[in-house]
């Protein structure tokens, strides 16, 4: 195993899914401080009013408010992010764990909502960059790179409602004032930075079910992506006159899909939902222009974008430095009529039998990631970080009071060999941040049971529990695997 010398070993978080402290310190309610918690068998709600009404609606992570409601808190419901796990008060208990693992980088957002409150004010709340300024020193305190992701699902409640989910100008605006006052304001602090997360959700979930969105759907997600893509171009710009050192990414939801038989429509069925799944947020961000098939897609659905010529030179000008993804498993897509499907969370389609799958319905899929690395490093020859993969999964506390989580480590192995052979085989692959390197609220189904993390959180699906932090046997194990370079995965 050779691993580069300077690789970043470390894991990843969401502000919305681990901060907790919603309503505290002038911060502001985000989309997601309206979503209630959900299950495997029943999915998250946005709660808002509609002429005045109290009304819920299923949602996705980065989904926006429904055109003319207004986000409301029903006291009836559960909200699992508005405590989370706390980490507002516990980031240094948090932080200290991390580097105790050996972690070289640690990812996290930042909440818009604790900077801006509204999203549009005139000036930052300085209580919350204070915050992220404190959490970013305890980082440097033990040699931790921060990995910042400056919009992670967690778009202010005020401008959704104003902008209708990214369906107005107004945003980008908005959007470039608050990541130019991080810019300035974290300057020599933080080095690296991601735009949007998974930012091409906004047309995967549509995909992902059958593509059964209407053409108003299509539309609206599109145009979502391209404000967003002219909003990251213009912060990319603005982050490199500020710190040429700034190294800014995008980030993917990386879905490998596969044709589930030679059938020649199998083969071109999967390449177009490679095309506009993946290959076409990637363009638009590493290239800085749309690629040749995005007018098919658009045709599609009818399609019809608020492009400037200024969008276009913006996104050229506005080209990120590294390419960033999730990954946690892989599709099959076909033309014919199957049996047996995946049924689970964000998860769809015939099932791989070469495959096994989660409790929630996921495959697991290690060379998926090495063809990924090949397949990306080969078309935009930037550097390259996996910022999410891991394996969510119910752990219990056994009779010796420790949790043996031997699942994890057999998922996490498998994952860190394919990315050695991904390197042997040329890949620049400069970084690994595994999900939810503590427990924390599942952005899909809003549950605590639906672990990821090396720190077990005491915190139930109903919101008890003492908040209280222990290592499991994969902290131990990533520990070891950090020392090693990840030589040593036994």
Partial sequence: MTFPKNFLWG???????????????????????????????HPRLLTYKMDGKLQKSPSAPGQGLP????????HNEYYPNHVAIDFYHHYKEDIKMFADMGFKTFRLSIAWTRIFPNGDDEQPNQ????????????CK????EPLVTISH???????????????????????????KTLFKEYKGLVKYWLTFNEINSAVLF?????????DEDYQHAYQKLHYQFVAS???????????????????ICGIVDYPMTPDPKDVLLNRHDWEQDLFYCGDAQCKGKYPTFAKRLWDEHNVHLDITEQDEKDMLEGKVDMYTFSYYMSNVVTTHEVKDKVGGNFAAGAKNPYLKYSEWGWATDPTGLQYYLEVMYDRYELPIMIV??????????????????????????LHIEAMQKAIDDGVDLIGYTTWGCIDCVSAGTGQMSKRYGFIYVDRDDEGNGSLDRMPKDSFYWYKKVIESNGNDLD
């Fill in 127 to 138: 209580v919350g960059l204070d915050f992220y300024r404190h959490v970013f020193e305890e």
């Fill in 67 to 74: 055109e003319g409601a207004v986000g409301a808190i029903d």
């Fill in 388 to 413: 999410e993969n891991g394996l969510g999964a119910v752990d219990k506390i056994s009779d010796d009071g420790k949790i043996h989580d031997d699942y994890r480590i057999d998922y996490l192995r």
């Fill in 11 to 41: 894991g990843a978080t969401a502000a919305n899914q681990i901060e907790g402290a919603y309503d505290v310190d002038g911060k502001g309610l985000s989309v997601t401080d309206i979503m209630t918690a959900g299950g495997l068998d």
């Fill in 153 to 179: 699902y967690e778009d202010p409640l005020h401008l959704s409602e104003k902008y209708n989910d990214w369906q107005d100008r107004g945003m980008i605006d908005c959007y470039v004032k608050y990541a």
């Fill in 206 to 214: 549509l995909n992902m079910f059958g593509g059964n969105g209407t």
């Fill in 233 to 251: 171009a213009r912060a990319v710009k603005l982050a490199h006159e500020i710190d040429p050192n700034y190294v800014i990414g995008n980030m």
């Fill in 141 to 144: 305190k033990y040699d931790i």
